[in-house]
């Protein structure tokens, strides 16, 4: 799983925009749900959370940070539907 999330973190780094970002954000969530067998959905969220909460800002462009905060908001919110949907 840390090969995919690191795929995924790279490709939320080199969005150009709002909408490539929620585009990568859909396709690993899509590509998550295919391969099912081989990841957790609720893992692979709370390591991306921390993936992305722990990469290192310096030196990267406003709008990469910008990537990545919202990228942070995007996978909280899907956790938290996930979670109203169990409760």
Do not use: P
């Not at 925009?17 to 990841?39: A, P």
């Amino acid at each position: 799983m840390e090969a995919f999330c690191n795929e995924i973190v790279a490709e939320i780094k080199a969005a150009r925009n709002e909408t490539e970002l929620i585009k990568v954000i859909s396709h690993s969530m899509s590509q998550l749900r295919i391969d099912r067998n081989s990841y957790n959905e609720t893992g692979y969220i709370m390591n991306m959370i921390v993936s992305l909460g722990t990469t290192e800002a310096s030196g990267l462009s406003s709008e990469i940070q910008n990537n990545l905060k919202l990228a942070i908001a995007i996978f909280r919110e899907i956790q938290k539907e996930n979670r109203e949907r169990i409760c």
